[in-house]
């Protein structure tokens, strides 16, 4: 019998990761950051408002429900949710780069090149949140057991002057780390990508997670500047948050930016070799 030849399997385009960075490069990212920002400034600034007053309507509404023992890693996981949420700065830094004036309604309504991708990305983010804000549920049962939980003011002044309190907030903020790393490691670059690129999210997810562990140090640095800006919102009472949103969704743009240029640069050396 005479067999029917098969089209021959693609080989997988190797791709150039580790693009030996400085580690002061997300220096530069926040510096574009805070130019694209203030480059037609009401845009960004009614978006980061926007996204402020979000977050102080669903934390009054955790304590008009009394339910505080999730404020806390609720507050952690806006940080898993940040770069889904960011996608409309995004969109501003594309405009901008182009040429186009941005205004507030083409960042409401972005043209992604995944649409349904992007959404995609975002329910993982979404499942990542709900497991951490069960894992810390489960971790209060573990130190204080199955107790009603206190006041807030109670639990504050347990967690901080208590030998139990100490374990909780060490093993709670090494597990929220731990799911915090992995939400930025598939997301930092994956939706930016998805915007810019017509191509599947477990794709643009394992690009964001490799260039993440193949550039640890500049990945590190730039995770430190969101965590430190994070907490500056949240000892100005969200307030910052106006401001440091938006300087850190434009600044994520100019990183997604930085590894497609770089990646390209590689393509067009290998192909000339």
């Given at each position: 019998?005479?067999?029917?030849?098969?089209?021959?399997?693609?080989?997988?385009?190797?791709?150039?990761?580790?693009?030996?960075?400085h580690?002061?490069?997300?220096?530069?990212?926040l510096?574009a950051?805070?130019?694209?920002t203030?480059?037609?400034p009401?845009?960004?600034?009614?978006y980061?408002?926007?996204?402020?007053?979000?977050?102080?309507?669903?934390?009054?509404?955790?304590?008009?429900?009394?339910?505080?023992?999730i404020?806390?890693?609720?507050?952690?996981?806006?940080?898993?949710m940040?770069?889904?949420?960011?996608?409309?700065?995004?969109?501003?830094?594309?405009?901008?780069?182009?040429?186009?004036?941005?205004?507030?309604?083409?960042?409401?309504?972005?043209?992604?090149k995944?649409?349904?991708?992007?959404l995609?990305v975002?329910v993982?983010l979404?499942?990542?949140?709900?497991?951490?804000?069960?894992?810390?549920?489960?971790?209060?049962?573990?130190?204080?057991?199955?107790?009603?939980?206190?006041?807030?003011?109670?639990?504050?002044?347990?967690?901080?002057?208590?030998?139990l309190?100490?374990?909780?907030?060490?093993?709670?903020?090494?597990?929220?780390?731990?799911?915090?790393a992995?939400?930025?490691?598939?997301?930092?670059?994956?939706?930016?990508?998805l915007?810019?690129?017509?191509?599947d999210?477990?794709?643009?997810?394992?690009?964001?997670?490799?260039f993440?562990?193949?550039n640890?140090?500049?990945?590190?640095?730039?995770g430190?500047?969101?965590?430190?800006?994070f907490?500056?919102?949240?000892?100005?009472?969200?307030?910052?948050?106006?401001?440091?949103?938006?300087?850190?969704?434009?600044?994520?743009?100019?990183?997604?930016?930085?590894?497609?240029?770089?990646?390209?640069?590689?393509?067009?050396?290998?192909?000339?070799?």
């Amino acid at each position: 019998m005479t067999e029917i030849a098969s089209p021959a399997m693609e080989a997988p385009t190797r791709r150039n990761h580790a693009l030996n960075m400085h580690v002061a490069t997300p220096l530069k990212w926040l510096r574009a950051g805070v130019s694209d920002t203030f480059r037609y400034p009401p845009s960004s600034l009614t978006y980061g408002l926007a996204v402020a007053a979000l977050s102080a309507i669903i934390i009054g509404g955790l304590f008009k429900i009394g339910a505080y023992y999730i404020i806390f890693p609720a507050l952690a996981g806006f940080m898993v949710m940040g770069p889904a949420i960011a996608v409309g700065l995004y969109e501003k830094s594309r405009l901008l780069e182009r040429g186009e004036r941005p205004s507030l309604t083409t960042m409401m309504f972005v043209k992604a090149k995944s649409p349904g991708q992007i959404l995609f990305v975002g329910v993982i983010l979404m499942l990542v949140l709900v497991l951490w804000l069960r894992a810390a549920f489960l971790l209060y049962a573990l130190f204080f057991g199955m107790v009603p939980f206190a006041g807030f003011d109670q639990i504050v002044g347990t967690i901080l002057t208590t030998p139990l309190g100490w374990g909780l907030l060490g093993v709670g903020t090494a597990v929220g780390g731990l799911f915090a790393a992995f939400a930025f490691a598939i997301s930092a670059f994956s939706i930016p990508m998805l915007m810019n690129e017509r191509i599947d999210a477990f794709t643009a997810m394992g690009s964001s997670m490799a260039f993440s562990w193949n550039n640890k140090g500049v990945a590190i640095v730039w995770g430190l500047i969101v965590v430190l800006l994070f907490a500056l919102s949240l000892a100005t009472a969200l307030i910052g948050l106006i401001v440091i949103f938006p300087i850190l969704g434009h600044g994520t743009w100019h990183a997604y930016q930085t590894i497609s240029k770089g990646e390209r640069l590689f393509d067009l050396e290998e192909a000339s070799g």
